[in-house]
Nanobody, 123 residues
């Protein structure tokens, strides 16, 4: 499956952005989708994930209450709505997918990765 992320940009602290990740290349939408982020010199870190049917979501503590992950299986697209953005949210954001069953927070569990989307939050 190929993943295409979009929606990054530069915003002020407190603003909102929505990232999208469009999937193509495989007919089944029954994959877990995750969002990760990475800053220079640091390892890629988990942000959020959602089950294929949308009933299970998982977030890292630092984004709980501010970010919402969702999916539209009809459009084969997943979203990360980011509200109340902070400068520490600045990173390159990656979407990833796995046909495994766990809503995993580990980068090692995801087989497919999109290109990154830069999110820059200034104070």
């Amino acid at each position: 499956v190929q993943l295409q992320a979009s929606g990054g940009g530069s915003v002020q602290a407190g603003d909102s952005l929505r990232l999208s990740c469009a999937a193509s290349g495989r007919s089944s939408s029954r994959y877990v989708m995750g969002w990760f982020r990475q800053t220079p010199g640091k390892e890629r870190e988990f942000v959020a994930a959602i089950s294929w049917y949308g009933g299970v979501t998982r977030y890292t503590d630092s984004v709980k209450g501010r970010f919402t992950i969702s999916r539209d299986n009809a459009k084969n697209t997943r979203y990360l709505q980011m509200n109340s953005l902070k400068p520490e949210d600045t990173a390159v954001y990656y979407c990833a997918a796995t046909y495994g069953s766990d809503v995993s927070s580990s980068v090692h569990d995801y087989e497919y990765w999109g290109q990154g989307a830069q999110v820059t939050v200034s104070s």
